[in-house]
Every structure is written in structure tokens, then in C-alpha cells.
């Protein structure tokens, strides 16, 4: 059975890899310091997809993403990776999302792709760590989702099964399609960039990138069709204006604090239930958990 | 994480070299191939930035898990289990990386499933996975020998083996027996012809790099009573036909994530490859250029691996209040480290691209005939490619053996336990002066090129090229040392007296090979600057080297060879 694929992905500063000019003096992410990377959860996500589309044969892998043109790079990535092509929804109107105008806005896109059978993105994203864009898009578009998936086992007669990995152990559960999965670390590692696919892939562009490519290449990239990534815009989608970017977004940051962590102190504790839970309640009423 | 490739400006700069133009040119027919396949270049630059592009993701493999995986290839190896042999746990994630990557089967033509990458680019690929784990580069470069196949097989042979090679099925050359190492033309492992034209392979062979791959070459004995190298053929034995056992695995010093194996061949069914009795003295000889070719970029790869263990532990390493790469005796290892690092790698490129160059011609000539230029041309690089390739394989692994050394030296007790790098890369070094001939049979291979003057014409071609007038010095130092050179051979080559003479070929080869490398720094500083100091340590080292081959030479009375004699 030959499967439509959707694979959410996103262009992330690189924060694994942090250095000391990594935030700005205001507190926000100094992005030129930090390389922009596919979110490394979503490469987990995309090889579930790749295995998926080689165990049926004749199934495509899209891969969709929001933000500034510039993220057309993941989808190049992907396509050397074995993804066939994507999406960049991109547009003005887009920017200062938070997670809920952003699930908005990434469903209205999945609704207009259509005729999806799965769904598969990253548990989250490196720069926010929310966790929460997968399983929007999923209740806003109806879906049932799974989420903290390991490894998707088999996916047949409407059905997927997965095993989702928990704090305690794993689980295996069974959804009806489609669905929304999210994609843990844990999954395995995304196969690398193949040479014939880079050869092949490597002048795909959209076409804010192909603007400045040279005539040569231009007709190279209207000639063939799989090299020419989409760009979408809000209006495109069908997106209200009053649910995505800033309006959209009801999350108000009121301040971003550079927190710099020191061990400033240690306690030794005894083996002690009286003790642990007063240290417990003292963690709480300062806020540090809880 | 790091990436090997792009870490190391040097491949760029080789990748580089204004010959790969013409290369380019002729290997895609003029970019003929960009109407049939969408994987082809259509102009030069845009091959140059697929090569540069596929040589990321090997420098990205390699730099992230191969590296990350070599200690535990090194402790866990492979082993044989009812005749079969298991990779270690990683060489196998290796393998299937390297596979999903499309790496395998690069130099192959695209219509038979490769990338038709050159072999320079190829090679260069060779350099970066040797640094990541070097015995890995055997089983990933003995796609090798589907070169072999291309070149001799017939074309249904090749339409059916090379595909899967380029797919990522490996492959081993079985050629060496118990008592037929260095000496193949002892080869006994018998073919025997069937009544309907198909043969079977019985004997045992020894020391089969990856030899339970799904593909072998076999060296077989097809004529009956004969003793000599021409009674031997190649033959293609397809592991899926089964008759050849593995009945153990040495346990070896270093690249012991590379199984040596030796192999029982029942009855095995195999099939001819190219002509009989032609199968030692042609076939296994291309074969062997090649190999030898692939050995001298694991050499090159060595070197590197080395180089970056020791300068980053004399930079870190502080002693007597400061950093000991602050002392000369420190630094002076370094900087030879790196001249010979360099100038090895500069022979291996410079080397490839005269492969590249005849055999691309070569394979032209199957489709049409040559021009009596283009001819000429290729007559010209395969000579230059046969005498630089011993060259580079004899003095590339002897000095990859002296960086591993040197290596340790630097780190001193520290390089002595096996919690650093420099004790296995030290293991892993020791093979690549013996394994596809010993530096003496390179010698031997070398030695009609210094009798015959073709390195003395590829000196004289360097000594044209203009230089930079603050590099004029390292000119006429070479100028001075080709004198000298010249001098010890007619000194030797005046004494026709056969033990003399093979008393004093290594002496003759190495200078040559000094000379010829010292050159090509010189070119390469005259196109980048970074390769000034190499170009300079080299040069005073190279002079030094010949100066005392010459004086070793000049100072022989040639009956004092009896000296060294054994008594009787």
C-alpha cells in the first residue's frame, strides 16, 4: 500500500553546541553565532518516514515546515536523505508565533496538502522544548496521535502500531489512520545524506532561493519538477489572520533571564522519608519544582 | 561534530590541482552523460561541487562514528562462527552507514550503478576514512576490486557483479597461499574446467583480507601441470553459491577490525574472469596497482591521524611550566611529522591524477579509437603512473610507520598505555609498508624507473615550472640534489653486478622519491601559501636524506657487499 507521508519539521539554532556569544546582551537568541540545523528530533522522526515509505512501495515522504525562507535548507536535507520533496510556510504574517498559532498555522498547511495517511514529526524542538506542536496539530486537526514513539512496528490495514518509549519502560499501542506521531530521540539515528541523492537534489530550491540562482540553473529547476520546493504563504493555507503570528499568539513573554547554573551549595541528607519530604516541600515553596 | 573533510583544507586543495579539469573533462566525455542520468554533471564546476559534496559526507561519517566506533572495532573484532565470519558489532553499523551513504562502488560507471567519480576524488575518500579507523579501509576499499571486474570481465559479468557492488555487497582478492606470499607465481589453488565450461575451485588460501565477502577474485592454477605465473587465471567465486568455508581468522597486531582470513575451498564454483593464463600477469597486476594505490592513501590517512594526536597533545602537555611543543626537540618532530604527512599526500595525488589520466584513456579507447595525441598522452601517464606508484606506496607507508612512531615519542609514557589513540594507530600502521608488497618488492618495482630515467624526466618536468622568488632557494637546493642524485646512479649503475645493484636500489629509489616529493611541495607552497613550511622541513630534510644515500653510495667499495652476506 503506497502511503502519502507528512513529516513536520523545523530549523533550529543549533544549541546543542553552545558558545559564550550564543545569547545577546538583551537576553535573546543571538542567531548568527548559532548554525541552523535540522531539529534533531525531527531527523528521528524522517527515518520512521524513510522506512515506512521503503516498506510500501510507492509511498512519498513531504516534509513541512514554518519558517523564514531560509528553511528550504532542511528540506534540501531531507531530500538527501531520501524525503522527495517539501514545504516551507513562510511568510510575514507567520512571525512571532508560539505554539498554538504555530500548530494553527502547520494544520491549515497539512489540510491543504490533503490526503495524508501519517503524520510524523519530532517530540520537540531544540530552541523551544515544548513538546506541544505535534500534539496541537493532531487535536486541531482531529487526529488521534501518538506521542514518545521509539520505533513505528507495523503500519497495515488502517492501522499503525508503535512503540512509544516512557519514563518507566516501553508501551506498544495500535491507532487508527491517519494519525499524528511524535518522534523521540531515542528512535533510531537518521540514515545519512546519500551521494546520488545529493548529485541528484542538490540544485532543489524554492522560489525565493531560485530568484538569485543563474539563468543555467533556473531552467535546470523549471525542468524538473522534483527539484522545486514549495513556499506557502498564510493566505495560501487559508490561515485566519486573527490565529497566526503575534495575534495569534496568546503566549506574552515578559522576560528572558540569562541564567548561568553554579553548584552553590550541597546538602547531605540522611535516608530519612521525614527529611526528603521537607526538602521537597522547601523545593516547592521556592518554586524550583512544582 | 567533526567533519574530515572539511576539517582539512589540504583535500581541497589537492581535489583542486588544475590537472582534474582535463580529468573531469575526459571522464564525463564532455558531460555527455547529464541527458541520461540526473545524477551527472553537465561542466566542470558543477562535478567539482558533487565530488566536494560527497566527499562531505564522508569526511561527516567518518568524522562522526567511524572515529567514534575504531576503539571498539579495535577490542571487539571480528569472528568466525561455522565458517562464516561476524563483523564486530560496528564495523557492521560501518558497513551499512557507508551503504546508505552510496559510497560504495564510486569510481564505477554510472550505467552499471556507480557515481564515475575519478579516482582521485575516490582516493581522497580512501585518505579520510583511513584516519577515521584504518582497517575499516579495507573492507569499504576493496570495492577496489570491482575496477577489476570492469576492466577484464566480460559484459554480462559486469552487468551482474558490479551493480551489487555498488549496492554495497564487498569484496576480497584471494590471491596469497600458505606458500605463495610475495612469490604468487607458487599459486597452487586448482581450477578445474567442467564439461559444460563452468569451473570448480579446491584448495586453501591464506591471509584473504575480508575474505568471506559476497564477492571474490580468485588466482587460480587452470592449466594443469604448470608451475610458472602463466598458468594461473582470475576467476569471480559468488559467496551465494557457497564452497568456500572460513576455517579461521588470524589475530593479528593492528586493523583488527579487518578479518584476515583463510579459506577452504571445496568444489566451489567460480567462473572465469577475462582470459585464461592471463590472470597473474595481467590481471593481478592492474589489480595490484590499484591496491597499491588504495594502501599508499590508507599510508596518507595514517600520517593524519597521527600528526593530529600528536600536535594536539604537545599543544595540551605541559612540562617544565609550558607547553612542550614550545621545545625545538619537540617541535622539530612535529614539523617532519607534518612535511611527511604532506609530502606523501602530495605523491598520492599526484599519482592518482596519472592513474586517472591513462586509464580514463584507456576506457575511451573501447568506445573509439584514440587520437595518435591522445595516444601518446596515455603511453606518457601510464608509465608515470606505474613508477610513482610504488614510489608512493613504498615511502608513503614506510613514513606513515615513522609518524606513528614519532607520534608515541610525543606523547611520551602516556603513548605507551592504551589509553590514547597513538598506541593503536601505531598497530594499525605496521601493515601498510607489507601487506600488497613489501617496501623491498616496491623497490623492486621502482627501481627500472630510476635505470630508465622516468623519474629523472618527471624531476626535469618539475624543475620548468616557475617559482615564487622567495621559494627560489628550495629550487636550487633541488637543483643541487638532482646533481646528486644523478651522480649515485651513474656511480651504481657503472657496476653491473646484480647484488650491488639490488644492495643499492632503496638507497637510489628513496632519493628519487625525495626529490619528486620535495618538488611537489614546492609546487604546492607556489600555490598556497599553507604549504610553505612543509615545503621548506621537507626540503632540508629531503637534502639530508640524499646527501646521505649519496655519501653511503660514494663510500661503497661494491665487494664490500660481502660484508652483509650471511655465512654460508
Known sequence: ?290 | MANFYTDNPDLKHHLNHPLMQKIVELKERNYTDAEKYDYAPMNFDDAMDSYDKVLEIVGEICGGKIADNAESVDHEGPRVENGRVIYASATQENLDLCRKAGLMGMAMPRRLGGLNFPITPYIMAADIVSRADTGFENLWGLQDCAETIYEFADEDQKQRYIPRVCKGETMSMDLTEPDAGSDLQSVMLKATEQPDGTWRLNGVKRFITNGDSDIHLVLARSEDGTKDGRGLSMFIYDKRNGGVDVRRIENKMGIKGSPTCELVYKNAPAELCGQRRLGLIKYVMALMNGARLGIAAQSVGVSERAYREALAYAKDRKQFGKAIIEFPAVYEMLAILKAKLDASRALLYETSRFVDMYKIYEDIAKERSLTPDERKEMKKYSKMADACTPLVKGMGSEYCNQNAYDCIQIHGGSGFMKDYACERVYRDARITSIYEGTTQLQVVAAIRHVTTGTYLDLIRGYQDNEVKPELKWLHDNLVAMTATYEEAVATVSAVKEGDYNDFMARRLVEMAGCIIMSYLLLNDANRNESFISSAEVYNKYAQAEVAKHADFIKQFNPEQVSMYKPAE
Open chain 1, 1 to 290: 500500500m503506497s502511503l502519502n507521508i507528512v513529516v513536520l519539521a523545523k530549523q533550529v539554532p543549533d544549541t546543542r553546541n553552545v558558545g559564550k556569544d550564543a545569547m545577546k546582551e538583551d537576553g535573546t537568541i543571538n542567531r548568527a553565532a548559532l548554525p541552523a540545523i535540522f531539529n534533531p528530533e525531527d531527523l528521528n522522526a524522517l527515518e520512521q518516514a524513510l522506512r515506512l515509505k521503503e516498506a510500501n512501495p510507492g509511498s512519498t515522504v513531504t516534509l513541512l515546515t514554518m519558517g523564514l525562507p531560509r528553511a528550504s535548507e532542511i528540506i534540501r536535507e531531507a531530500m538527501f536523505r531520501g524525503a522527495d520533496g517539501g514545504i516551507v510556510l513562510t511568510d510575514r504574517s507567520l512571525g512571532g508565533a508560539d505554539t498554538l498559532a504555530t500548530s494553527y498555522s502547520l494544520a491549515q498547511a497539512v489540510k491543504k496538502i490533503g490526503n495524508y495517511d501519517i503524520i510524523l514529526g519530532g517530540r520537540q524542538a531544540i530552541d523551544g522544548d515544548t513538546a506541544q506542536v505535534g500534539p496541537q496539530i493532531a487535536e486541531k486537526l482531529g487526529l488521534p496521535q501518538v506521542t514518545y514513539a521509539e520505533e513505528i512496528l507495523d503500519l497495515k490495514d488502517g492501522f499503525v502500531t508503535v512503540k512509544r518509549r516512557l519514563e518507566s519502560g516501553v508501551e506498544t499501542v495500535k491507532s487508527p489512520l491517519p494519525c499524528v506521531v511524535t518522534v523521540n530521540g531515542s528512535a533510531a539515528e537518521c540514515r545519512p545524506r546519500n551521494a546520488m541523492r545529493v548529485m541528484k537534489y542538490k540544485f532543489a530550491a524554492s522560489p525565493t532561493e531560485m530568484a538569485s540562482k543563474p539563468d543555467e540553473i533556473k531552467a535546470i529547476i523549471e525542468k524538473r519538477p522534483e527539484l522545486q520546493i514549495s513556499e506557502w504563504s498564510a493566505a495560501y493555507v487559508d490561515a485566519d489572520p486573527e490565529q497566526i503570528g503575534l495575534p495569534g499568539s496568546p503566549t506574552k513573554v515578559k522576560a528572558i533571564e540569562n541564567v548561568v547554573f553554579t553548584a552553590k551549595e550541597s546538602r547531605r541528607l540522611t535516608d530519612n522519608d521525614e527529611e526528603i519530604e521537607n526538602l521537597v516541600k522547601e523545593l516547592i515553596a521556592n518554586h524550583t519544582i512544582g
